[in-house]
């Protein structure tokens, strides 16, 4: 009688996370051209709205996508526009930094400069990650956190860039955050 074995690279994955640790290992690169495809896990028209022609730079580590844009106050209402009408995020957010953006990935050295970002990620990695911090390592628990849906996708802007703040059109459904706070 033969056996089969089979091979399932998720429950390996699991099996790393569990024996490794939240913050043992990651994967992450730069998106290297502004023709990014349409990635699985992203909501419909997240491709579209990061491969404007404006980006300086984007990379990802993990599930954990960001992108990076320089603009003047129209390109920026302009994003922002398509971004509210992103359907099947969490929710959609401006949050306000002071100063101005360093567009770069944790591994460079030398900063490009920008006036904004998005950066999006599945609520279920945000869960594992959670979890994991915990230390609520349980096969089961990580399992069903998996299965969590949705998409948690922000827009950051910085208010000591070329752009004031108050020329910024936010969309009604895009609530401002600044230190936390809403505005």
Known sequence: MKMKIRFDFRVVMLGAVLLMGANAFGLGSDYSTNNVAQLASWPKG???LVNSTN???GFFVNENDLFFFQGGTNELNLFLQAYSRIEGIERHELVL???VGDAKSPWEKDP???DWSISGYPKSW???HELSAQGTNSVE???AASKVTGYILTVNFWTGGKIAFDQIKIPE???VVSDGKTQ
């Open 46 to 48: 997240v491709a579209e």
């Open 55 to 57: 980006r300086v730079h």
């Open 97 to 99: 930094h002071e100063g």
């Open 112 to 114: 490009r400069v920008c």
């Open 126 to 128: 945000a869960k594992i």
């Open 141 to 143: 628990t990580l399992r």
């Open 173 to 175: 459904n895009v609530k």
